[in-house]
């Protein structure tokens, strides 16, 4: 229980500085997974085990993206965009592959009860991560999602504290995805403000 509620303390903080798009989300990324990982398997969600190690990768890839700057001259960092056609055909045919392959050893190697689910939260976390590394506004509909299965998911499963901390999640996801449409906007009436200088 005590590292629930030390893992639900993170979790409010990693939803702070994701909501703000603080580069400073993915060092909670890199706490959280430390602390999950022991829950995850005491308590037979092996596939949210595993998916951790991804965790502690996808934070470090994240944390490097988001300091890069872009260009020599221009030192931007990485803007906040949406994620393409292209992008979302990609996710999806990923996630589709990762959910049976997930599910398949779930199924036939562990004792798991909950293989669909778990497999399902695990496939979409990880692609929703890799939005987030690339900062597409459209992560948070991938999170609002997982969100609201994780939540069922670890009530019944017996896990309260991060129970009440995903349905916190669900409900900041939907104002984090329109603050970043509005961080995005920010962002291009800037551009639009240096490009053309009023003198």
Request: aromatic share 20%.
């Amino acid at each position: 229980m005590f590292l629930q509620a030390v893992g639900f303390i993170v979790g409010l903080l990693y939803l702070w500085w994701e909501y703000h798009a603080d580069k400073k989300v993915w060092i909670a990324s890199l706490i959280m997974p430390a602390i999950s990982m022991w829950i995850y398997f005491s308590k037979g969600l092996y596939a949210d085990f595993a998916i951790n190690i991804y965790y502690l990768v996808i934070a470090i890839y994240g944390f490097m993206t988001w300091s890069h700057k872009e260009g020599k001259k221009n030192k931007k960092p990485l803007p906040i965009s949406h994620a393409s056609v292209k992008v979302w055909a990609g996710v999806t045919v990923a996630c589709a592959i990762l959910w049976y392959g997930i599910w398949y050893i779930l199924f036939h190697l562990t004792d798991s009860t909950v293989p669909v689910a778990d497999a399902f939260t695990t496939a979409l976390s990880i692609v929703g991560l890799w939005m987030m590394a690339r900062k597409y506004a459209e992560q948070w509909i991938i999170w609002i999602v997982v969100d609201v299965v994780c939540s069922v998911l670890y009530f019944y499963k017996d896990i309260p504290f991060y129970g009440i901390l995903y349905a916190l999640y669900t409900v900041v996801a939907f104002f984090g995805y329109a603050k970043w449409l509005r961080l995005m906007q920010d962002q291009q009436d800037s551009e639009a403000s240096c490009d053309n200088p009023k003198h």
